[in-house]
């Protein structure tokens, strides 16, 4: 088994509240009476504060796509550096003890992706396994988790790190007043994470807060729709259907049930709900169609109400505020769940030690 050694985050250095945003989107919208209307939704949405990169002046009026993404490249490669070098430290892993390398982010492009110039800064090497992912949006958190477990698996002795990196703030359409557009700008927030594993025979697995037990992903055909980015010629522009609450209401039981019935498992093993927030009508749909308690939710509730959607970094906010919560007992199981572009499920089962 894949064990997990820490958690670290990185909060940028803007913090917004929801009402200040608000009167931002209003000033946006101004003369735009049907998109007005969607205000209603910022109140409602979940969220009380969330992080930025940028100024909030500088996410409302954007430059060119061009301009945007070596932002991007710029505050990436500073903030992954910063946060790999923590999260290393309080692992007590050397830079050089990493094998593998999995990043994930869908909110900028760069070429080679921002795990070489971490590893570049770290010291990383020469045997070193990169493995850059772009396209799973919020279910890149448990995809990159997955990936690193399958690694560690095949490379017991060795030590992974994963990296989430996500700056929605320097994805905003100014010209785009769609009601997609407006509803995403409620929610959707700037954050990154790290997370150290080890394979089992490494010196450091008996340290481990968590196991990595194991993982599954779910395609669903004729549903690529659903969810995703459009590429203009602006920069990305945001794609969220208005059926994919009902999708998820109809399928996120059965898929869970299928996971945890090929390992022999049913929804009262479970103790532990790590599923990251789409946003609340999500959340309740997710609580309602597996059975959920009012409280196994709430750390799930508090990283969207403090942080936004932080895409394929929120879910590991979610399993970082669980551990940082204490009161987990020894061999607890947890699901940790997300949905994303294609439409898919990750889902990974977890372990909690002793």
Known sequence: MTALLT?????????????????HVAAWLEGDGAASRLLSVYSAAGVRTRGSVVPIEEVFHPRDFETQNDRYREIACRAATDLSRRALERAEIAPSEVGLVVSVSCTGFMIPAV?????DALRMGPRLVRLPITESGCAGGVVALARARDYLCRHPEQAALVLGIEFASL?????????????????????????????RQHPRARAGLAKVVDSESLFFRGTTHLMGFRLRNQGLQIVLDRELTRFVRREVGRAVACFLGARGLQREDVTRWILHPGGRRIIQAMS?????APGDLAPTEKVLAEHGNMSSVTVLFVLDEILR???????????????GPGFGAEFALLEFAC
């Open 171 to 199: 994805t905003f359409q100014r010209w785009d007043r769609s009601a997609t557009n407006v509803v995403s700008t409620a929610i959707f927030g700037d954050g990154a994470a790290a997370v150290v594993l080890v394979g």
């Open 7 to 23: 958690v670290e985050r990185y909060l940028p250095p803007f913090r917004y509240s929801q009402e200040e945003v608000t009167r």
């Open 115 to 119: 795990d070489a110039y971490v590893a």
């Open 325 to 339: 919560a204490g009161g987990v007992r020894c061999g607890e199981r947890g699901v940790l769940g997300a949905f």
């Open 288 to 292: 309602e169609c597996l059975g959920l």
